[in-house]
């Protein structure tokens, strides 16, 4: 009996151990898989395109909700006044940066149509393609600025009034289109200048022309118009107080109605410097005339902010060498 | 004995097999573990996101949770959706009070709504946070962490001017690294981006979905730094970065701008000890101070199309000249700008 236990015992062992080795040695295949990147980069590859749905999913449903939430906020049945923002732009380096991240403060605004006017003979193909990837409602226009109006390198930026004929091509456009958005607002908006998203719902409601403050523009912190008894009375200003209508062009937005009643009313390019805006209220509208918006115009919600222009020294020093950074990449 | 032999056998043949077995299902199991975690760990860290902190105060104020977005006539922003599956973007931008300050945290503000899952930790450069950048932060309805800590002045020069050996913005990102380092320190494996985005550039949208698929750090092309129309990595065929496309001493270990990469979390959380140097950092280092202790350049994951694509502007924002303002100041104080 003690052999034959002694002889089981033996070939157990015998047996299990070697089963046992061909198991280690499978499960260390097993986990030394880890290593074999290609197997492993299908499923990162996978992660990746699942993440994107994921992310495409949700911004869809972002746009969605914006898409609904403004018809139940208004407590008014009647479909929200269309917001048409007229913007003069020109090339230059800091041109697709400037209108990319106005347009994305722009996404936010429902029912908001931008009219962008280039500074240009003809439409450039960096604009053309901007828009179309923007998401927005827009209307695409050009208009070159005459040489002797246009301002030359090395001018001071206060020199020539700009933007003139953009924006007036921007009216002519709106008076063309003959559309029936008789309760819409128009607003001129640079494409340097910082907007806050209330801004925007304060115009809606313009009747005629509505003011409000003006951040960082004309030397001061703010310029504002001075309300009493919810009327305007003056503009505080520290520059050249005396003008007709002593604010910026980003301080007042005109009811379309207006500007369709007034077919003459525009900008007058040859204005002197200041002057642009009140060449085209004057005829419009009068100071009593005024809607005080911005909580009687004591809140600044929009800022006159200007960008630097980048320095490009290595840039030409590389490119008078014919070594300029690829011009094929957009900048 | 029979008995005891018959015993030991069966203990010799099951013992293994039962390790064995044992370590085979820890391997299995520890990745269902991990994402079970992650989803309650993104669940509290999205409540406490809301909140504010401050890590020197003893006693944290907990601003109470704001989920419903205030409805008055003029907030128009909602949160951003939050999503358990998308990595969440941890942007750390510095700030500094200055007169267009509001406008530049305005604008961004308006630029990171439009982003799904992303933390905004807005550092403030500053004694104590200022009730504009916190009730600017309220209004966003952006998920944030809203901190603060002073750049050290330099007293012996006349004038309120801050120390100029320690570059601008540098204590505010380390205090916002190790706010994530503490915050984060007991999961390893939460998934996050970190981000650092100062308040006056540019971002696009695409940038952002871009660096959501970073595993360690990746990088892409700036615009409008280094006196260039753009800086970029310098990316081989094989899809790996062996350089840098710039003028301005293209020989520093990393090359690029604050806003041309991103780290992985889970990096930053692994290796604690990496921060942005202080001082003794020669201009145009910085970045590589910290990055020279998370990765090498072999590691780095180029995106924007193989880093061919420009999807963020260094732009920089004019000082305004307040010259009519005068000595007494003409404009209102109490008027916030």
Redesign the interface.
């Known amino acids: 009996?003690a052999t034959r236990?002694k002889l089981k015992?033996k070939t157990?062992?015998v047996l299990?151990f070697m089963v046992?080795l061909m198991?280690?040695i499978y499960?260390l295949m097993?986990?030394g898989q880890r290593c074999d990147c290609t197997e492993h980069d299908m499923p990162k590859d996978r992660t990746?395109s699942?993440?994107?749905g994921?992310?495409h999913r949700?911004?869809e449903?972002?746009k969605k909700?914006e898409m609904t939430?403004?018809p139940q906020?208004q407590p008014v049945k009647a479909p929200q006044p269309t917001i048409f923002v007229i913007t003069p732009t020109y090339a230059r380096?800091?041109q697709?940066?400037?209108l990319?991240?106005l347009s994305?403060?722009f996404?936010?605004?429902?029912q908001l149509h931008w009219i962008l006017v280039e500074d240009s003979p003809h439409k450039t193909p960096l604009v053309t393609d901007f828009l179309a990837k923007s998401g927005l409602t827009y209307t695409h226009l050009h208009i070159a600025t005459p040489k002797d109006r246009k301002l030359q390198e090395g001018d001071p930026s206060w020199l020539k009034p700009r933007g003139a004929e953009q924006r007036n091509e921007g009216l002519q456009w709106l008076r063309d289109d003959g559309r029936d958005q008789q309760a819409a607002v128009v607003y001129f908006a640079d494409d340097d200048n910082?907007?806050?998203?209330?801004l925007?719902?304060?115009m809606r409601g313009t009747q005629r022309v509505s003011v409000w403050?003006v951040?960082?523009?004309?030397?001061?912190?703010?310029e504002?118009p001075v309300v009493e008894g919810g009327k305007v009375v003056r503009f505080?200003t520290?520059?050249r107080p005396s003008r007709p209508f002593p604010m910026d062009m980003a301080g007042f937005a005109v009811s379309l109605k207006l500007v369709l009643a007034n077919q003459d009313a525009c900008f007058d390019g040859n204005a002197p410097m200041g002057f642009l805006e009140s060449s085209f209220l004057q005829g419009l509208v009068t100071m009593d005339e005024l809607e005080p918006k911005a909580d009687n115009c004591?809140?600044?919600l929009v800022?006159?902010?200007?960008?630097?222009k980048?320095?490009?020294?290595?840039?030409e020093?590389?490119q008078a060498q014919g070594l300029?950074?690829d011009t094929a990449?957009?900048? | 004995m029979p008995k005891r032999r018959d015993i030991l056998a069966i203990v010799l043949i099951v013992l293994p097999w039962t390790l064995l077995i044992t370590v085979w299902h820890q391997s299995t199991i520890t990745p269902l573990l991990a994402s079970r975690k992650d989803k309650d760990e993104s669940s509290d860290s999205s409540s406490n996101s809301r909140n504010t902190f401050a890590l020197k105060e003893s006693c944290s104020l907990q601003e109470p949770d704001i989920v419903e977005v205030v409805r008055t006539e003029y907030v128009y922003s909602r949160p951003p959706p939050w999503s358990d599956v998308l990595p969440t973007l941890h942007i750390i931008t510095p700030t500094y009070s200055r007169s267009v300050q509001k406008a530049e945290l305005t604008r961004l503000a308006n630029t990171l709504l439009h982003v799904p899952n992303l933390h905004w930790i807005l550092v403030e450069d500053s004694q104590r946070r200022t009730s504009l950048v916190s009730r600017l932060l309220r209004e966003t309805t952006l998920n944030y962490t809203h901190l603060n800590v002073e750049t050290p002045r330099n007293y012996k020069v006349r004038g309120d001017t801050r120390d100029p050996r320690i570059p601008r913005g540098t204590m505010q990102r380390n205090l916002a690294l190790r706010w994530l380092r503490e915050t984060f320190s007991g999961n390893r494996s939460q998934p996050g981006i970190v981000y650092f985005a100062d308040d006056d550039n540019t971002y696009s949208l695409e940038l952002f979905e871009e660096m959501r698929s970073t595993r360690k750090v990746s990088v892409w092309p700036v615009a409008f730094v280094g006196g260039l129309r753009y800086e970029s990595p310098k990316v081989n065929t094989l899809g790996k970065v062996y350089g840098w496309k710039t003028v301005f001493d293209p020989h520093r270990p990393f090359a690029i701008d604050m806003a041309g990469f991103a780290v992985n979390l889970r990096l930053i959380l692994y290796k604690p000890q990496a921060y942005f140097k202080l001082r003794g950092v020669k201009g145009g280092y910085q970045e590589s101070s910290l990055l020279k202790e998370l990765v090498t350049l072999h590691d780095l994951e180029p995106k924007a199309a193989n880093c061919t694509k420009v999807l963020v502007w260094h732009t920089r924002t004019e000082r305004p000249v307040l010259v009519n303002e005068g000595k007494k100041g003409f404009t209102d104080s109490t008027v916030e700008i």
């Not at chain 1, 996404?107 to 429902?110: I, K, L």
């Not at chain 1, 910082?194 to 209330?198: G, K, V």
Request: no cysteine.
């Open positions: 009996m236990m015992l157990v062992f299990y046992s198991g280690l499960a097993q986990l990746i699942r993440l994107r994921e992310v949700l911004q449903q972002m909700a939430k403004s906020k380096f800091v697709k940066a400037e990319t991240r994305q403060t996404m936010h605004v429902p910082t907007y806050s998203l209330q925007f719902e304060e403050p951040g960082l523009v004309g030397g001061m912190r703010y504002r505080h520290g520059w004591t809140k600044v800022w006159h902010t200007r960008t630097e980048p320095k490009m020294k290595r840039e020093a590389l300029g950074s990449v957009e900048v």
